[in-house]
C-alpha cells in the first residue's frame, strides 16, 4: 500500500510538473501595445471631420474637410494619411513601436504638391508617455523636434479613438494651451 502511495504521489508530482512547463506564459500587453493593435484595427478605414480648434480662418486646416485614412498597417506601424480639402494631401502620421517605447512622427514629404508658399516641414513627433491607454495616446515632443522646431519644445500631441462610435480625435497642445484640435467620424 505504501509504494502505490509513494508511486501515486511520484505521478502526480510528474504530471503537475509537465503540465507546468507546457503552459505558454502570456506577457500582458501594454496600453501603447493596445493602442498600436485598436489603431491597426481600423486598417482601410477613413475618417473624416473637421478641425474643432482653431477657429481662425488663415490657418490651412480650418474651415475646410479633414479626411484621415489608415492606410497601412503592419506589425508596430500604423500610418495615418491627412487630406484636406478631400484630396489636398496634408500630411502622413507614422505611429510605430521602436527601443524607446511607441513614437509619433509627423511626415510632410510626399508625392501631393504643396499650396502655394507653403514648404513642408517634416520628421517633428515625440515618444508617447505612460498618462495613456489602449484608446488614448499622448506624444510629448522629443529631443529631435525641439532640435529642429525650439519653440516647439513644449508640444504634445494626442491621438485618441472611440472605436464604439466610430471618432479619432487627433489634438496639440502648445505651453499646455490648445493649439489644434481635430474631430473625425468614421465614414
Given at each position: 500500500m505504501k509504494t502505490i502511495l509513494t508511486l501515486s504521489l511520484a505521478l502526480l508530482l510528474t504530471f503537475t510538473a509537465c503540465?507546468?512547463?507546457e503552459e505558454p506564459v502570456v506577457e500582458p500587453e501594454t496600453p501603447h501595445q493596445a493602442f498600436i493593435t485598436n489603431l491597426g484595427s481600423l486598417c482601410g478605414e477613413t475618417f473624416i471631420?473637421?478641425?474643432?480648434f482653431p477657429d481662425?480662418?488663415?490657418?490651412?486646416l480650418v474651415d475646410t474637410e479633414l479626411r484621415?485614412?489608415?492606410s497601412r498597417c503592419e506589425e508596430g506601424l500604423v500610418q495615418i494619411d491627412l487630406y484636406r480639402d478631400g484630396d489636398t494631401w496634408h500630411a502622413t502620421w507614422i505611429v510605430s513601436e521602436k527601443e524607446d517605447g511607441l513614437h509619433l512622427y509627423h511626415d510632410h514629404i510626399g508625392e501631393k504638391e504643396y499650396p502655394e508658399g507653403e514648404e513642408p516641414l517634416t520628421g517633428y513627433g515625440g515618444f508617447a508617455d505612460d498618462r495613456g491607454n489602449e484608446f488614448a495616446q499622448y506624444f510629448p515632443a522629443d529631443e529631435a523636434t525641439a532640435e529642429m522646431l525650439p519653440e516647439a519644445t513644449t508640444n504634445e500631441w494626442r491621438m485618441e479613438m472611440d472605436l464604439e462610435n466610430g471618432i479619432f480625435?487627433?489634438?496639440l497642445e502648445r505651453h499646455n494651451e490648445p493649439r489644434f484640435r481635430a474631430e473625425l467620424y468614421l465614414n
Open positions: 503540465s507546468n512547463e471631420g473637421a478641425s474643432t481662425n480662418p488663415e490657418n490651412a484621415a485614412h489608415i480625435v487627433y489634438g
